[in-house]
């Protein structure tokens, strides 16, 4: 379905939604040698959340690339009465399906300390773009890895563009800009005024990175890829000279589905769907992954 309208990509994945609500994978359209996986695991058709979900909300971001058949949708569903964020990928070829990917947030085993399972919607992720605000596809991809090259290993060195009033949000509780005392003490803080304190050197490597689709229309760059925390860094020195105790001392890494809206050349708007997953976990995606160093 390369080269398919918007419409018939948000069609194709509100019938997948409805089958993941109905347990019933067999409702989809598979193509041959489809692919599953949630939560950066492999597994069969019908698996995992396809014999849990017990109800889909009505929350949803959309996007949808038509160049290559990449639709997307971040939601909530139920599972026995628990609610979790989602961020669901497919890839789509002459109408079936030939990817899905699914990133599940469930509050109960998300390994966060904040999780928001009822966000509300985000009015600067909806609507189209004027064609003056839009920027090219390539440049597009720059900035969202300009980002997470920015994250690793965080020493104060911007390598991307915000503007000045950039919220990012991530497993529905927003990061930036957020005085709430029970998140991390950069909160309160915009998105590059964080990263230029090198607050995030505790991120050790953002790998696996993916940029499946691109929304040019919406200015939206969906990003796919593994966040790796060895543990090893217990307090360090911000670029302001503060001494401050690292956010995350153990090993774990995160598998993550995460959107970019760039407006003017700018990243304006981030939301993350992440999971906790086995430290240093291989992505069932990433054809090269970055190379780790000590």
Not at 47 to 76: E, P, S
Not at 82 to 111: C, M, N, Q, Y
């Amino acid at each position: 379905m390369t080269g398919s309208s918007r419409d018939d990509l948000y069609a194709v994945i509100d019938r997948h939604v409805a089958a993941l609500a109905a347990n019933d994978a067999g409702q989809v359209n598979w193509a041959g040698g489809a692919r599953y996986s949630e939560n950066g695991v492999s597994m069969p058709f019908g698996d995992g959340a396809w014999g849990t979900v017990t109800a889909v909300g009505d929350y949803r971001i959309d996007l949808a690339d038509t160049k290559t058949g990449q639709v997307c949708r971040f939601g909530v569903f139920e599972e026995s009465g628990d609610a979790a964020l989602f961020a669901l990928r497919l890839r789509v070829t002459d109408g079936k399906i030939a990817e899905s990917e699914l990133v599940a947030a469930r509050p109960i085993d998300s390994g966060t300390p904040f999780l928001d399972a009822d966000p509300a919607p985000r009015a600067e992720l909806e609507g189209m773009l004027d064609p003056g605000e839009r920027t090219p596809r390539a440049r597009m991809i720059e900035l969202a890895d300009g980002y997470f090259s920015t994250m690793e290993r965080n020493d104060g060195t911007i390598r991307t563009v915000f503007t000045p009033d950039c919220n990012r949000r991530e497993n529905g509780t927003q990061s930036t800009n957020n005085p709430q005392p029970n998140l991390s003490p950069v909160a309160g803080l915009g998105c590059e005024e964080q990263f230029a304190l090198g607050y995030f050197r505790f991120d050790n490597w953002v790998r696996a990175r993916r940029y499946p689709l691109v929304d040019e229309e919406r200015g939206i760059v969906l990003a796919g890829g593994t966040i790796d925390h060895s543990g090893h860094l217990k307090r360090y020195t911000l670029t302001d000279g503060e001494e401050v105790d690292a956010f995350f001392r153990r090993p774990h890494s995160l598998s993550f589905l995460e959107l970019f809206r760039i407006r003017n050349g700018a990243i304006q708007a981030i939301e993350a769907v992440f999971h906790f997953v086995p430290y240093r976990m291989p992505s069932p995606w990433a054809a090269d992954e970055h190379v780790m160093q000590p």
